[in-house]
């Protein structure tokens, strides 16, 4: 075994530290946002790595360790998901990170080029492919967005986007290596006066752009001209919102709305995304709210909720609605990009072919981080918005959660004539240090369009930004925090009325420019120096993860049927849901055993959340088992629902109810179809269900509700009271009648109704939230929020159990 030379030691650690400053540098930033003066030096030591003269060119195969390094330091808060969610993601923003020392290394030994050139050049070309082409664009640490701070600096984004500012520091990093190559060539006793005048004149240079930089951004704030718009009143509520808290917590935001905003002093009341995690339109349960909240503070509102894709029956859109003080939505618009692992996830359908396991184990990873399956679906394009202003529409742009860090969808926004912009987010999960750094990401989307920015976030950061990218006021909140921390800010948009800007109507022209110079010098390097400038990129696959292993599939030794089901339902017993799975999956090797084994592994899959498991293995079932086909089918409907396939579930469940003629799969498939707006066939087989089981009075209620929602209220309201007279403490069946009385202007009767409904159901949400809505109206604030305390214990609850179902 032979010993690396000493020097061979001493050069491995100088690149393991050249590699691994850059990393902490950036890292340093992005903890600490005042420190805006470290991006111009953080890139100095990886420079230096990939572009020695001294030696032989460092290895590609340093940056990838380094590089996600770097993007663990910027994003050190995702761990809180699980210690895999900072690996995926590593993986995934480091892609387009890669190209960096094939790039720059192979640029520069073929031309020798000033680093003050090549790399800024370089580097900008990589900062658009990363902030276009990354996964959701979820790429927040641009050298420009550091600059922020120096308001005349930034100023230039006007023109160039934040990509000229970038170009700006990068050019200083560029020197700064430049500098030191050139005192290290002198220090090993290499004397060149010519690379000596060549670095002071590049500093000239790099001098000068910052001095023109400067005095085109101090004379564009001199001559701004702004004029005040209208008042916005931005609610923070720092609430935790979730699907199982909806109802209530809307209320709730209703209420502190009502405290904290005067009549009259708001033109528009802005709630954050997600504000009503769930289908805003919901029959009767929030459009009555916000209409009652805008009539009683004269004040539109601008509310982040849910909507349903209407291609997609299952699929969900995140949306704002601008709703009115009659309840009408006049207008709405969704977001167009969707943020990775909590509302969609990434390459599921390419996983789902080509790499089976891989599929299944991103699937149970998202499910262990956010508890619940991402079912979003992104809207195609900018919607703008128009509130009234002066006697005239005033438009304006609505971005939903990250989409403040994607350059072209506020640019497309401002070309479309928007006058200002709000970005309503919910970045309560990512920490404070992200959302520090997306404030600045604001503050350069408002100077590039010249449109003043409004920020509302559920935990903050909330505040205006003028079209010169100033803060003019931030939220502070009850106990003077501007993260975590509830309150409410109302002041005025500061419009300013001007030609659409260069930047925006250039489509990053500047960043294309270095995109198309840096591709031109790297074909012109390769042609030069044909085999020793090939390209190598970072290959990894994980062949071999945790909970990789195929799906269970159904038995097929009839001898060890009854020894299965024995064997699963003892550990069931013990609670090991995950070791039963493949002895009940064993019972199925004869029918009658698997038939008592079939409720069994569904509750198995549904304990360790194994959904593609379970519907994988239930099909396989109906396939090879004809006599037990009806109740395979109707598990794999019941988990096709849960994976958001509606229609798939929908087609099965048919298929298993006809089969099997159970009333619980015909109830199954008319909620399948009520979630699906087909209220018609809904009844139809609700109707199939109750003709089965007439004196049951879950399928009575089932019936007679969905009659309800579908318009047909005279024949839900006799069922509903035949119903109660033989079933007087059916407490949902009276919180159907409650709102029926309130919809034929009986508003003593529904509240006796909704009285009821609490006696005969103590869980009851839907009732208690009337009776809160009722004593909020009646200015019975006591009542209101005693309610909704029962509201949110029930809720709570709810969470608590379902976590520990996870």
């Known amino acids: 075994m032979t010993t690396p030379a000493r020097g061979g030691f001493r050069l491995i650690l100088v690149r393991a530290a050249l590699a691994f400053s850059t990393p902490i540098l950036l890292g340093a930033y992005s903890l600490f946002p005042q420190l805006f003066f470290l991006p111009y030096v953080a890139l100095v030591p990886w420079i230096l790595l990939f572009t020695d003269d001294r ?80 996964i959701a664009h979820l790429d927040f640490y641009t050298l420009g967005y550091s600059q922020a701070p120096l308001l005349p600096l930034a100023q230039i984004a006007d023109i160039t986007g934040v990509y000229g500012v970038s170009f700006l520091v990068a050019m200083v990093d560029g020197l700064a290596a430049d500098i030191i190559a050139g005192w290290l060539a002198a220090r090993a006793g290499v004397a060149d006066p010519a690379r000596k005048r060549r670095n002071w004149r590049w500093a000239l240079i790099t001098a000068g752009a910052f001095v023109v930089a400067f005095a085109y951004g101090i004379a564009r704030l001199a001559s701004a001209h702004n004029a005040a718009g209208p008042r916005l009143a931005l609610v923070q509520p720092d609430i935790e919102h979730s699907e199982r808290n909806t109802v209530g917590i809307h209320l709730s935001e209703v209420l502190y709305t009502d405290d904290r905003v005067r009549p009259g002093t708001a033109d528009l009341i802005v709630w954050p995304e997600n504000a009503i995690l769930d289908n805003v339109r919901r029959p009767g349960i929030y459009l009555p709210d916000l209409a009652w909240l805008s009539r009683e503070k004269g004040a539109l509102l601008l509310v982040g909720g849910m909507g349903k894709a209407h291609d997609a029956p299952g699929r969900t859109t995140n949306m704002a609605y601008l709703v009115d003080g009659e309840g009408n939505v006049l207008g709405e618009t969704g977001k167009q990009v969707l943020f990775p692992w909590s509302e969609f996830i990434p390459g599921d359908v390419f996983l789902k072919s080509v790499a089976p396991p891989l599929w299944r184990l991103q699937r149970r990873l998202v499910r262990l981080a956010w508890g619940f399956f991402p079912t979003g679906t992104p809207v195609s394009s900018t919607q703008l918005l128009s509130m009234p202003w002066k006697g005239e529409p005033l438009p304006f742009g609505v971005l939903i959660c990250l989409e403040n860090a994607v350059p072209p969808i506020p640019a497309e926004a401002a070309r479309r004539g928007a006058r ?6 919910s970045e309560q999960k990512i920490g404070g240090p992200v959302q520090e750094q997306l404030l600045r990401i604001s503050k350069f ?86 085999g020793r400038a090939a390209a190598a990129f970072l290959a990894a696959a994980l062949l071999a993860a945790p909970g990789c292993d195929p799906p269970p599939m159904p038995g097929h030794d009839a001898a ?107 109830a199954a498939l008319g909620t399948l179809r009520m979630r699906m707006d087909q209220p018609a066939a809904a009844i139809e087989a609700y109707g199939r269900a109750l003709a089965l089981t007439p004196d049951d009075p879950q399928m009575r209620y089932l019936h007679a509700r969905a009659l309800w929602l579908s318009g047909r209220a005279d024949e839900a309201s006799s069922e509903i009271r035949a119903l109660l007279s033989d079933h007087p403490d059916h407490g949902a069946a009276w919180a159907v009648l409650g709102r029926l009385r309130a919809a034929a202007g009986d508003a003593s009767g529904a509240q006796e109704a909704y009285r009821n409904a609490v006696r005969g159901d103590p869980e009851n949400v839907e009732a208690r939230l009337m009776l809160s809505r009722a004593a909020m109206v009646a200015g019975d604030r006591n009542e209101a929020v005693r309610l909704l305390g029962e509201i949110w214990e029930i809720n709570t609850r709810a969470v608590a159990a379902a976590g520990a179902k996870r």
């Open 420 to 425: 200002f912009l709000v970005n309503i987010t």
């Open 560 to 666: 060890a049927a009854a020894a299965g089901l024995a064997e699963g339902r003892a550990l069931l017993a013990r609670a090991d849901a995950k070791g039963a799975i493949a002895p009940l999956g064993a019972a199925c090797g004869a029918p009658d055993p698997c038939r008592e084994a079939i409720p069994l592994l569904s509750s198995a899959f549904l304990l360790t959340r194994r959904f593609e498991d379970a519907e994988a293995f239930f099909g396989a079932l109906a396939a090879s088992r004809p006599e037990l086909r009806a109740q395979a089918l109707a598990e794999r409907g019941r988990f096709l629902d849960l994976l958001a396939d509606l229609r798939a579930a929908e087609r099965v469940t048919a298929e298993a109810a006809e089969l099997g003629q159970v009333p619980a799969v015909w």
């Open 55 to 134: 030696n032989a060119p460092a290895s590609f195969w340093w940056f990838p360790v380094a590089g996600w390094t770097g993007i663990f330091f910027q994003y050190t808060e995702i761990a809180r998901f699980g210690w895999f969610a900072p690996v995926l993601m590593g993986i995934a923003l480091l892609l387009l990170w890669l190209p960096f020392p094939i790039l720059l290394g192979t640029i520069h030994r073929a031309f020798r080029w000033p680093r003050a050139v090549s790399f800024p050049i370089v580097w900008v070309a990589l900062e658009w492919f990363r902030i276009t082409f990354t």
């Open 445 to 530: 989307r408002a100077i590039e369009n010249r449109i003043p920015f409004v920020r509302c976030g559920n935990s903050g950061i909330s505040g205006f930004i003028d079209a010169q990218g100033r803060s003019r006021s931030i939220l502070r909140g009850e106990h003077g925090g501007t993260i975590s921390d509830r309150g409410v800010l109302v002041d005025r948009v500061i419009l300013s009325r001007g030609p659409v800007t260069w930047y925006a109507r250039s489509h990053d022209a500047f960043a294309l420019a270095c995109v198309l110079g840096t591709l031109a010098a790297f074909g012109l390097a390769v042609r030069r120096r044909f």
